[in-house]
């Protein structure tokens, strides 16, 4: 069985933004999407040494959109009606797309609402299966205020990122894992 | 009073939450969508549609009679002018 390696990891919460310069467009970005490019961006990795057709996206987000979903509901009432930038970021995929755009990865993408661990173990399988030889992993924990009272949650704004590859080098990911990945990450923190 | 092209401008950059560009960085007649100008594109253009609504009252319901305003700064302005005139 393929070995697959952490080759590298980051954390970023919104205080992080402050310092961030992404470009002229960064701002327009919702904020899951600003820290999830923000997340990758510190990893470091050179995408130019594997073909960009194999390096794959793999990203999860606790509460899927609903922060940016309960931000362009409130702009309903407001005259011009609600932010047609931010509905495009009404899908928890628009951030995978804002990756992929960033860094011209063409790989295989795939979207949860849902735990980090998922993210993990659909990304070693995918690798494992020889879809990608590399994938960028992104958790994303962004709930706002109002977005944490729907669904009984605090609020929160921090994203972790890990680069799987296979057979680079690196921390061997275990076959077996019930860590998640906020854990990976300050393990195997550089 | 008229609205200069420098109102304009700082309104695109606010609304559309542009980084590290100035107001005093735009060109009056640079196109404001495609390359050799801010770069702008359709969902900008539905955004801009919003900040005219906004902050001057127009309402623009078909998107062919907005497209000649959307050149650029200056004709935007000049735009917003003719309409505020009406």
Redesign the interface.
């Known amino acids: 069985m393929d070995k697959i390696v952490i080759a590298a990891t980051s954390q970023v919460a919104e205080a992080d933004l402050k310092l961030a310069r992404l470009g002229s467009r960064f701002g327009r970005l919702d904020l899951m999407s600003q820290l999830a490019l923000l997340a990758v961006e510190k990893l470091g990795v050179n995408f130019d040494s594997l073909p960009r057709e194999r390096i794959a996206i793999c990203l999860a987000a606790r509460a899927g959109s609903l922060a940016t979903d309960a931000e362009f509901w409130k702009g309903r009432d407001a005259a011009g009606g609600p932010s047609p930038t931010l509905f495009a970021y009404t899908l928890p995929s628009a951030a995978i797309g804002e990756i992929a755009i960033r860094h011209r990865l063409t790989g295989p993408n795939l979207c949860f609402v849902g735990d980090s661990r998922d993210v993990l173990a659909e990304a070693a399988d995918l690798l494992r299966r020889g879809e990608a030889d590399a994938c960028v992993c992104v958790y994303c924990e962004v709930v706002s205020s109002a977005a944490a009272g729907m669904i009984q949650s605090t609020p929160t704004s921090n994203v972790s990122a890990l680069f799987l590859q296979r057979d680079g080098a690196g921390q061997i990911l275990p076959e077996e894992f019930d860590s998640d990945m906020e854990s990976f990450c300050a393990k195997f923190r550089a | 009073m008229e609205i200069s092209t420098t109102d304009i401008k700082e309104k695109i950059i606010a609304s559309?939450?542009?980084?590290?560009?100035t107001a005093g960085q735009i060109a009056d007649d640079a196109p404001l969508f495609g390359a050799g100008g801010l770069g702008l594109d359709s969902?900008?253009a539905?955004?801009l549609?919003?900040?005219?609504?906004?902050n001057f009252?127009i309402v623009i319901k078909d998107m062919e009679e907005g497209r000649p305003a959307f050149q650029s700064v200056a004709t935007l302005a000049a735009f917003v002018n003719a309409k505020r005139s009406v």
């Open positions: 559309l939450n542009i980084q590290d560009i969902i900008d539905l955004e549609v919003v900040m005219l609504e906004k009252g």
